[in-house]
């Protein structure tokens, strides 16, 4: 999506922010969730886009979080320090019952929030959740 040809027309913009929705941290999930394999494709032209960027351009990567790929999120975490996000988001997902945090799995929403924190703090990812994932049940 960010091929050579789109991404030199963005980083010829003095200042802006990309935000990469990716809501995966592995080609599997990322396949299960989007319905396409690209991840690898992706995760390189992110990377691409961030070595060739300048000053006063800002990357963001967003993640909605739900029940099928809340075994990503450390490896969520790895790629943000590795492209050198200016922040990494992330959000429960919501609308969409069978996959959603509920009273019977918060437990795992809570303690992937946890997980997120720590690997952001020693990794040094700037991380921000729109709202907790555990959306106040606990």
């Not at 394999?37 to 390189?44: A, G, S, T």
């Amino acid at each position: 999506l960010m091929n050579a040809n789109h991404r030199k027309m963005f980083l010829e913009y003095p200042s802006s922010t990309i935000t990469w929705s990716l809501d995966a941290g592995t080609a599997e999930t990322f396949k299960i969730i989007r319905r396409v394999d690209m991840f690898d494709q992706i995760i390189e032209n992110l990377m691409n886009y961030s070595k060739e960027r300048k000053q006063g351009q800002f990357i963001h990567i967003h993640h909605n979080i739900n029940t099928i790929n809340i075994n990503d999120v450390e490896e969520m975490v790895r790629i943000a320090a590795e492209v050198g996000v200016d922040r990494l988001d992330f959000n429960a997902t919501y609308d969409v019952p069978a996959i959603c945090v509920n009273k019977e799995n918060v437990h795992i929403f809570k303690e992937a929030q946890e997980k997120i924190v720590y690997l952001s703090r020693e990794l040094g990812v700037n991380t921000t959740f729109m709202r907790d994932l555990t959306l106040g049940i606990l």
